[in-house]
């Protein structure tokens, strides 16, 4: 894993020896690039993107996307996907508006009990998956949907709207904001915590990857699953602990945009699993699985939140952001897939 | 070490096993003493993955006791069966492309202290497991991806000691290995048990039981045909009565005088493909079996490929009859009369859901539709007429092709390509997972295909096949074609010698 190494292979000494090849070789290494590449192009391009209240802006943006981008990597380092990633954003968020603010419920209870429902949600998926053999894209559309119909149909049934506001007047609400919604000012940008959670969620899945048993493991059942499963890997235990983690993402995410704006919206993250994927194969993730990297994934959130913001600034047509993304993800896709067949030599 | 009686490590009695009604393993006995290399043969479907996989705690026997170091034991999982100490190499081999050599090893049972891993510990314990087995040079952090099949399984083989283990239980080892590396591999084994530790040795090539094995135990159908016989005792004739139940006299047809002034009918000239293999020429004539001889990876099979058109060859020309082939084009090959039978009989060769007629009538559509619709009874009287004429079984058309057996399942491809017309035929390891009896009866075949006017090339890693079968024989070594020559004019050794000087030059 490490880029130093000079491997001394008897067949492949040419491939293996050459440190650049090697480096070329990480699954981050495009996401880099590209990330320099589009910072560099706003930088120039605008005046006020590459200024503290520019990066602000865009940072927060990229955040949240961040957050999920790395567990969505894990997931699919892994090998397997989560539809339900996007959509479990709102389902949290409306747990907590939804029982404090017409409930009476303690806050601090609500958004425990969000982050229990959100690690069954996903338990769920994991032991679904695992006990039926059926893809975890399929599983996770179905599950993607009923949680979609339920936040809708929900909301509107007990709050006769399709929205929760004046989260603000909830007693304690004020205790709790400060960990998801809080921001400070530096030179006249403005920070919020979340960029802190998602450079700490990096971090931490970065270190479980190289570092940890656990890492190892996830890397084995998305490579080889029959073989992991013979020489002693707890896979179920690792898919399982994978789609809790994906879900437990997704409720960190839904407490931020709950306490920034103090709203939610009942259709709130739907649409956005594609995106987090998107970050996650930008990174340098397979969707075969057995490889990737959770700090590519978080730079692919980055040009994410780059991207969203940069054409802002440079006040083009918004509307072309999904083109742009989806031209991007083409573009990695073909540059991993040519480096990786070119690092793994001739088949 | 050993405190039992009997002195046996393992006494595995009366094992049975079904899935979904078939009986897998009726009643399997194997007994294995400490430091002996124990061999298993069976011919394909004899149940001895079942059986290793029983062992290794992947399957749970129906019935039966497995007994260790005198002690009754259920082996509930993998886990459980490397705790008493029996490690298990499978066949498929089962590493992890895209972790390192010593994250493989240490997979499962990782060294950890505090949720880290310690990585330098692992390293070192695996630097001091490859000097044990001979192989200092693959380094702990390479990705094993990036190693060939053969160190693969020297990884294989460090995981298996990386746990204090007696039983070491080897899934056809050899398959994948040339001599080079089944003559390592065979110091490693010697090295396991002169420790004391027992192995148990799964092959079908009889040669590697007399090299390495001590004692064996033949299993047939299911059920143990001898156990744990001394192998000094048992002579190969007797062997093979036991794995297949009969006396296996001379398994080649005679070959059939090609008349020396033939016409040729395909003609290979100078092709090469990049990287692969250089300047092969040769001629097959009506009539004539030429044979490719050369281990794994020798280009053997590319060459067959780039003939076919499926790989598109760099320099050098194809002719059949007389007339070229464009580089590169199946389509042009086939319509020219040549047909391919894949080594990958199952994945590259057979529509495997799909039935009988249909496999046979694959390649030749065109010649059963009628204004864009198939007549299929028209397919089914073609191919029944195959399944007669090749003794094709079962012989009812309708059948899926995934029921038949490795044997049936080449007929369907040999039939596809006769009833396509084709005059050149490309047979890839055409008796690969086809059982001992089932041979004879495709040599048989091939032969009479031959007889019948057809053009032959054959490419097979038994060089024995070859030999019995082929008219000329192209040495093939490293990409090149070290020799022509008349089968009846070398033997076994003779290849191998021709091969290993080649290789050395």
Known sequence: ?347 | MVNVDSGLLLDARGLQKSFAGVRALRDVSLEVRPGEVHCVLGQNGAGKSTLIKTLAGVHRPDAGEIVWLGERVEIADPQAAIELGIATMYQELDVVDGLTVAENIFLGHELATGGFTRRSEAAKQTRALMERLGHASISPHAEVGSLSAANKQIVSMARALSHDIRLVIMDEPSAVLDSEEVKNLFGVVRELTSEGIAVVYITHRLEEIRQIGDRITVIKDGRTMASGVALADAPTSELIKLMTGREVASVFPPPVPVPADGEPVLEVEGLSLHGVFSDVSFRVRAGEIVGLAGLVGSGRSEILETVYGARKASSGTVSVSGKRLPRGSVTAAVRAGVGLSPEERKSQGLVLSESIFVNVTLSSMARFARGGWLNERGERAAAREQIEALDLRPSDPDRPASTLSGGNQQKILLARWLVHGAGVLLLDEPTRGVDVGARAEIYALIRRLAAAGNAIVIVSSEIEEVLGLADVVLVVSDGRILATLPAHDIDEHGVLELVMKGTAA
């Open chain 1, 1 to 347: 894993m490490t880029t130093t190494d000079i491997v001394t292979v008897g067949n492949r000494p040419r491939l293996e020896s050459r440190p650049l090849r090697k480096i070329l070789a990480r699954p981050e290494i495009g996401a880099l690039v590209a990330a320099l590449a589009v910072m560099l192009f706003f930088s120039v391009y605008t005046s006020n993107f590459m200024t503290l209240s520019g990066a602000g802006v865009w940072l927060e943006s990229a955040s949240t996307f961040g957050i999920m981008a790395v567990a969505v990597a894990l997931l699919m380092i892994g090998g397997e996907f989560d539809l339900s990633a996007g959509v479990m954003t709102g389902f949290t968020a409306l747990i907590v508006g939804v029982l404090t603010s017409h409930y009476g419920l303690n806050i601090w209870v609500a958004v425990l009990v969000s982050l229990v429902a959100a690690l069954a949600v996903g338990a769920l998926n994991g032991f679904l998956v695992m006990r039926t053999g059926l893809p975890s894209f399929i599983v996770t559309l179905g599950t993607f949907f009923v949680l979609a119909g339920i936040d809708l149909a929900v909301t509107k049934l007990i709050t006769g709207q399709v929205a929760i506001q004046g989260m603000t007047n909830v007693p304690f609400y004020d205790s709790v904001q400060p960990l998801f919604g809080s921001s400070i000012q530096i030179g006249g940008g403005t920070f919020y915590v979340s960029v802190l959670w998602w450079f700490l969620a990096t971090i931490l899945a970065t270190w479980v990857l190289l570092r940890t048993r656990a890492g190892n493991w996830i890397f084995a059942v998305g490579g080889q699953l029959n073989s992991s499963r013979q020489v002693g890997v707890p896979v179920l235990k690792t898919k399982v602990g994978l789609f809790m983690t994906t879900a437990g993402a997704a409720w960190l995410v839904g407490m931020i945009s709950l306490f920034r704006t103090s709203t939610v919206q009942a259709n709130t993250g739907v649409g956005q699993e594609f995106i987090y994927i998107i970050c996650a194969v930008v990174g340098g993730c397979l969707l075969t699985g057995g490889f990737g990297s959770a700090i590519g994934a978080a730079l692919g959130a980055l040009i994410y939140g780059m991207v969203f913001q940069g054409i802002t600034f440079a006040q083009w047509d918004t509307n072309w952001l999904r083109t742009f993304l989806g031209a991007m993800l083409l573009l990695a896709v073909f540059l991993n897939h040519f480096v990786r067949t070119r690092a793994g030599g001739a088949r």
